[in-house]
């Protein structure tokens, strides 16, 4: 099957000149687009704090201008050259770079890698992928971690921090499905009961655990998703049960880590990187299968809200002052 290749695409391009950064919806010649051996028509995107970062032309992010941002795509493959995925397939591409080093999912079209590409599981469509996103993804990635260093159900309280948070509310769910005992920490207390609702058992306050500044705390969780760092996560670590695991996502709240080995060598503690963006593709297939299992479409679609290509601008500098919800769907059609 021959699918037609359009001359040109819609992409928010960011850009860097005498104006400063700024991101503009621009229509984008079709031979623009990066080198890779797959075109994809991608139909929906996701909105990250690190697309906040790029879109609102904070440093760090993208590595080069004029760039297309966007770390997450779902649509459907036009042509892979190496014939790994059909033309019509159906697929899912979060990490990798895209959004960063190379034009990424705010846009109609983008060329990748094949290999970067996971089949979009069965029974789902792309707005589920986005719904999920890199920080679903993420949530999944530290889930498992967990498991893989012996978390079971019935264990004790799994702590998720930021948990009102795109990666914390999933992590919630996720947790909650297999049957933890999730206690979330958020600085939204409003959001307790959207926290309750996605099987949180217990909310705390921020500000309860960064209390906890002793090398040695009391002990109190059997694992931890951590995607705040900084005192957050040094009270989260100081307070893990004896043999417990800490998934460590991100930086919200700080990437200083100022702490003890303590917990390290007398409690036994695992101290777990998460790493979505070069996740091998094995792992990556398996989150993928289990978030298709744990989080069915309907799941997330009360956190999850859907918005345009052109809405992206006002909604970065929302992600990055920690007032979105959940998750934050992309149409860019
Ligand atoms: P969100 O902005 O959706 O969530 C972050 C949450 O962190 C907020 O909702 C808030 O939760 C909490 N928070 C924000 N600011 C502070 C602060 N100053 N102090 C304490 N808590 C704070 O982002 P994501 O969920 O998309 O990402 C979370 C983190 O994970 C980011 O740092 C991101 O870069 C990282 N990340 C890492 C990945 C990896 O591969 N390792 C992949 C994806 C994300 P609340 O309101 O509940 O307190």
Known sequence: MTVPIPDSFRALRVHKDDHGIHADLQTVPTADLPAGDTLVRVTHSSLNYKDGLAVAGRPGVLRTYPMTPGIDLAGTVLHDDTGTHAPGAPVILTGWGIGERQDGGYATLARVQSQWLVPQPDGTDAAWAMGIGTAGFTAMLAVLALEDHGLTPGDGEVLVTGAAGGVGSTAVALLSAAGHTVTASTGRT???????????????????????TRPLEKERWAGVVDTVGGTTLAAAYASTRTHGSLAVCGLAGGST???SVFPLILRGVNLLGIDSVTCPMPRRRAAWTRLARDLPAGRLDAVT?????????????????????????????
């Open 305 to 333: 809200q859907v918005r345009g290509l052109s809405e992206l601008p006002a909604l970065a500098p929302e992600i990055l002052a920690g007032r979105v919800r959940g998750r934050t769907v992309i149409d860019v059609n």
């Open 257 to 259: 880590l100022q702490t």
């Open 190 to 212: 409003e959001e307790t009961e959207y926290l309750k609702s996605l099987g949180a058992a217990t909310v705390i306050g921020r500000d309860d655990l960064t209390a906890l």
